[in-house]
C-alpha cells in the first residue's frame, strides 16, 4: 500500500493554512443576502475636506449658556470617559464615522475618547453581547429595528443627565417622524442620525445624447419620467437598470405610495399591501421591466453593476452606493421620480441609540451623539440625508457632499413604517417572494398573489403582537 | 481437637474484582469523549428543552413553557412556520437530489485517475484537495462573482461568444446550478481522499489474478473495485447526505435563499426563524425534528447498503 500521508498530508496541512490566512481576510464583503441596505457600498472616495475651524481656546471655557453652535457644556463627571460604539457602517461609510470619532476624540474639550468598532453581522454581535454583558456603550441602529431591541432589553432609555445634554427642544430640530420613531412609551431611546432614502441613479452623457433636460433637486413629475424612458429608448440605449430582490422590493415599497396606498394601516396593526395600490405598484414594476429593461436578478446589486458599465439611462438604489458612483464621471444624482400618481420613496433611517444605563456613560455618550448630529453634514459624504432639519438647510451641504444636496429633497418622501417590533421583517418577508415570483413569470395573478401574502403577513405580525405586546 | 473448617469463601469484592472493568480504554476516549459531550451531547439536549418553550434568550422574563407546540406547528397547515418550513425542508431534498451524485460520482473518478502512476501525482492529490481548506465565505463569495448577472466571468464569457446567458443566480434551475457546482468544487476533495485511501487497500494480488484470467479493466473495475469499495461507499454517502442536508452557508451568500426562497434551504430557515426572528424555541424544534429525520436516513442508508458486508 501507498503511504500517500508520507507526502500529501504535510502538503496539504501547508496549502490550508497558507489558504485560511487569506481567507481570513476576503471573507467580509460578500453580497449579504438577507442583510437589508447600508453594507454594500466599495471602495472609499475622496472628498472635499472641510475641516471645520478649531475653536479658540477661550471659546469652550464661556458658560454653557452662551456656548457657540457645536459646542456643549461638559456634564459632571465625564472626563476621562471611553465610550465604545458599533455600528452597521462596514463599507465606505465606517471609516468615514470612524474618522468623526476620532477628530470628536481630539477636539472636544470634555476629555471624552470615542472607539468606532464597525460589526459585520452586528445584530447578532448585539445581541450575544447582550446576553454575554459585554455590551458598549451605545450603537447605531436601523430605525425599524428600534423597538424589537427595546423589547429584547438591548437598548436602553436615555437618562435625565444624558436628555440634559441636549437640551429642551432638541427634538423640534428633526422631522416629527424621525423624531418620534426614537420614543416608546414615553420614554426616548434613539436619536435620528440620517435617513436613506431609494433615488435615482442617471447616465448624464446618455441623457445629453438623447435630449433629455437633466432632474432637479425636485423630483420628476411622471410626465418627465416617461417622456425620458421613450427618449432614451428612441435614441437606441436601454433606458432602465431594474432588477429584483432588494431593489424591486424597495421600489415596491415606494410605489405603493405613489399610488396611495400603503404597507399597513396607521397603527401598523394590519397588513395593507394586497390594495388596489399594491396591484398596481406590481404591474408597474413589471411592466417597466418588461419594456425598458435586460433581464437582471439575483443579489449582490446586480443592476447596479449593469448601470455601471455605462449603457443604460437610469437605475433606482439606495444612497449608499453614492460613494462608489460618484467616481464615474457620467453619473448623476435625483431624487426617485414620480412614477405612479405622487411623489413618494422607500427609505430607511439611522438612529443613534444607548446599550449602557450608567448615567455618566449616558452623558458621555450624549455629548458625542450631539456633536455628531452638529457635524451630520460631514456623515452625509459618506451618503447619507442627514436627518437634523439645520444640517439639511445649510448652504455648505453642496460643498461638503453634493449628490447629497441633490437629493436631499427625498428624505420628506420617506415614510417609516409604523414603529413595532419586527414589522419591516413580517411586511418584507412575505411580500418580497411574491414580488420575485412575480417578477420571473412564475406568478400570474398579482391580486391573488399579494392576498396570500398579505393574510400571512398579517399572521406573524399578530404573532409579533403576542411575542413583543404587553 | 476439632477444628471448624470454614469453607472457604471468596470475598465478593474480589469476585467483582476479576471482572473488573479497566479504566484504561476510557482514558483513551475521555478527551473526545468531553469535547463530545461539551459541544454536542449538552447543546442537543439543551436544544430539546428549549424546543418545550417560547424562548428568546435575551427576554427570561417572558419564556412561558409550551409542551409539543413548537412540534405540532410544524404539522399544521395553518400555522406560521409551517408553509416556510416544508418549503425548506423541500428545497434541501432538491438539493440533495442535485449534489449528492456529482459528489460522490466525480469524487470516485477522481481517486480511480489519482491512483494511476504518473509523474506529478502528489501535485495533482494536492490541488483537488485544496478548495476544501477553504472557509464557505471564501467558496461562495468567490462562485458568486464567477456566476452573477452582470460582469461574472461565466456570463461575460458566454457573451463573448454570442450566446444569451442565463440569469444563474435569479432563476431556476440555474440557481441550483451554481449552488451545485461551487459546492462540488468546494467539498470534492474529501470525497476524493477518502475514496483514495480505500482504493490503495485493495489489494493489488486481486488485479493480478483478475487479468490472468483474462478481464479487462473495465471488468475489474465493476467486478473488484466496485465491490470492494462497498463499505467506504456507504460511509461517503451518508456523510454526503448529511452535508448536503446541512446546506446553508452558499445559498446564504450566493443567492439570498433566493429566487422567491426556491433556495431557502431548511438549515436557512432554522437560522431566519432563530437568529433574525427570535424564535428561538420553535427554531429548536425543527432542528430535533431535521436532526430526527437525518438519523433515520442514515439508518436506512447502513441497513440497505452497509449490512451484508459484514458477513
Known sequence: MKQITHYLLPLLVVFSMLLTACGGGTATQPPAATDLPATEAPAATEMPATEAPTEAPGATEAPATEAPAGTVACPEGVDGMAIEMWSPFTGPDGDEMTALADRFSAENTCGITVSHVAQPDYQQKLEAAAAAGGLPAMTAVHATRIAALVSRNVLKPFGPEAMAVFGDDFGSEFPEELWSVGEIKGERYSIPLDVHPLIMFYNKDLFAAAGIEEPGTEPWTREEFEDALAKLEASGVTPLSLGNAFQAAALFQALIRQYGGSLTDEAGATATYNSEAGVKALEKIKELRDKYTPDIAGTGDPEVNFFKEGNVGMTFHGPWWISDLQKLDFVGFAPLPTIGDQPATWGGSHHLALTSDDPATQAAAAVWIKWLSDNSAEWAAAGQVPARQSVRDDPNLSSVAAPIARVVESANMVALPTQAAGLEGALWDQFGPVIDAFLAGDVTDAKAALDEAAAKSQQVMEENLSTYGD | ?311
Open chain 2, 1 to 311: 481437637m476439632a477444628t471448624k473448617v470454614e469453607p472457604l469463601r471468596v470475598p465478593a469484592a474480589s469476585q467483582r474484582s476479576r471482572k473488573k472493568i479497566s479504566i484504561v480504554p476510557y482514558l483513551f476516549i475521555a478527551p473526545h469523549l468531553l469535547f463530545f459531550a461539551a459541544f454536542l451531547g449538552w447543546p442537543f439536549l439543551y436544544g430539546i428543552y428549549i424546543s418545550l418553550f417560547k424562548f428568546d434568550f435575551l427576554r427570561p422574563e417572558k419564556r412561558p413553557f409550551v409542551g409539543l407546540k413548537n412540534y405540532a406547528e410544524l404539522f399544521d397547515p395553518k400555522s406560521v412556520p409551517f408553509d416556510d418550513f416544508w418549503n425548506g425542508l423541500s428545497n434541501t431534498g432538491e438539493f440533495i437530489l442535485w449534489s449528492v451524485l456529482p459528489l460522490v460520482g466525480i469524487a470516485l473518478v477522481l481517486a480511480v485517475l489519482l491512483n494511476r502512476n504518473y509523474p506529478g501525482r502528489g501535485i495533482f492529490r494536492t490541488i483537488f484537495f485544496a478548495p476544501y481548506t477553504l472557509s464557505v465565505t471564501v467558496a461562495s463569495v468567490l462562485w458568486w462573482w464567477i456566476f452573477q448577472g452582470q460582469g461574472g466571468l461565466v456570463n461575460n464569457v458566454l457573451k463573448g461568444i454570442g450566446l444569451n446567458p442565463p440569469n444563474w443566480l435569479g432563476d431556476m434551475p440555474g440557481a441550483w446550478i451554481a449552488i451545485t457546482i461551487a459546492t462540488v468544487w468546494w467539498t470534492i476533495g474529501f470525497n476524493t481522499i477518502i475514496f483514495l485511501t480505500a482504493l490503495q487497500e485493495i489489494p493489488k494480488s486481486l488485479y493480478e489474478a483478475a487479468s490472468i484470467d483474462g478481464a479487462n479493466s473495465q471488468q475489474q473495475f465493476m467486478l473488484i473495485t466496485i465491490p470492494m469499495l462497498r463499505s467506504v461507499m456507504v460511509f461517503v454517502l451518508t456523510i454526503t447526505l448529511i452535508a448536503s442536508a446541512n446546506l446553508f452557508g452558499q445559498p446564504y451568500l450566493m443567492t439570498g435563499g433566493g429566487p422567491a426562497e426556491g433556495t431557502q434551504t431548511v438549515i436557512y430557515r432554522i437560522f431566519i426563524e432563530g437568529i433574525q426572528r427570535s424564535q428561538m424555541g420553535r427554531a429548536a424544534a425543527m432542528s430535533i425534528f431535521v436532526a430526527v429525520l437525518l438519523l433515520s436516513l442514515t439508518y436506512l442508508n447502513f441497513k440497505f447498503f452497509g449490512s451484508s458486508q459484514e458477513q
